[in-house]
């Protein structure tokens, strides 16, 4: 079923967070028979970043796509230090035990896979499969400044072609294969229009925790990363990324056994998960799932 028009369908859904707020996800069905996948989107993105990659495996596999609080049709949390990593993963656990969800693969883009990381150490048992997509443990501050330098900044474009245009001028360098189609594409994911033009698509507060907390001074992080190991663990990087620096991408290659580590060329942070090199080690890390 993997492509079809049936299969690419999904339930609009909402649960209530434990502190009151309403929270969406996608919900596309999919076999009972295997753990379902669990995308989970970056710092200033939503549900729709996982549009492709959701089409590609729904069908064959029951496919969820949260937005995070202050993101898409997610509520916005009137308390900004909430907006925060740990925040985040008990949504996500609560929303696996409404569900009735033992088990999911857990596919983390950026922020997404720093809460994969955070529920490996809180509760390991409902990781199935990891795919972390151009994140890691440790993080460049070049990439970290950069991200300063406009989250949480609003933005007002004129109409979709604005927005893909300044865009492009903005991200560009992080994407150089994109084509006009594409930045429209990207646009329409990361912005929603309103009756003053199209914006950006979260909470501009998301951006204070944010700054607070990135500074470059943390306690040893590896231990988020090793309580991955024991399970089918995937990571993409790049090859442009000026967040997981290579490095830190070499050492995650040793850190835990039996990782698959693959570089995405010309591209920076994050791949989309359309390029040739990221379908075919997705692919490979379901297999690996469904052998365990």
């Known amino acids: 079923m993997r492509g079809t028009e049936a299969a690419v369908r999904w339930q609009d859904r909402y649960f209530t967070s434990r502190d009151g707020l309403k929270l969406y996800y996608r919900d596309y069905e999919g076999s009972a028979d295997r753990p379902p996948l669990l995308m989970l989107h970056g710092l200033t993105r939503n549900s729709r970043d996982f549009e492709d990659v959701a089409a590609r495996y729904a069908g064959e596999w029951r496919v969820i796509v949260p937005d995070f609080r202050g993101r898409g049709n997610s509520g916005y949390d009137p308390t900004w230090a909430n907006y925060s990593p740990p925040t985040y993963a008990m949504d ?3 929303l696996l035990d409404e569900l009735g969800v033992s088990e999911a693969v857990f ?11 955070i529920i490996a150490t809180i509760a390991p048992q409902r990781i199935a499969g990891v795919l972390l997509n151009d994140v890691g443990p440790q993080l ?7 991200i300063k330098s406009y989250v949480g900044i609003p933005a007002l474009f004129r109409d979709w072609d604005d927005a893909a245009e300044q865009l492009h ?14 930045w429209v594409r990207f ?29 470059g001074e943390v306690r040893d992080p ?5 309580a991955l190991a024991g399970r089918p663990v995937l990571v993409l990087r790049g090859a442009l990324s000026d967040l997981l620096s290579d490095t830190a991408f070499a050492r995650m290659a040793t850190e835990i056994p039996d990782v698959e580590t693959v570089t995405i060329p010309n ?15 997705i692919d490979r890390l379901l297999e690996r799932v469904l052998k365990r």
């Open 187 to 215: 646009a329409k994911r990361c912005c929603k229009e309103t009756d003053r033009g199209v914006e950006f698509d979260y909470d501009m507060a998301i951006a204070e925790p944010f700054r607070a907390g990135n500074t």
């Open 140 to 146: 460049d501050m070049t990439g970290i400044e950069r």
């Open 92 to 94: 996500v656990i609560q």
């Open 267 to 281: 591209v920076g942070h994050a791949p989309d998960l359309s390029e040739p090199e990221a379908v075919a080690a």
């Open 169 to 182: 001028g903005r991200l560009g360098d992080a994407n150089p294969g994109y084509d006009r189609d594409d």
């Open 107 to 117: 596919l983390g883009t950026s922020l997404g896979g720093l809460v994969t990381m």
């Open 222 to 226: 590896w231990p988020f990363y090793q």
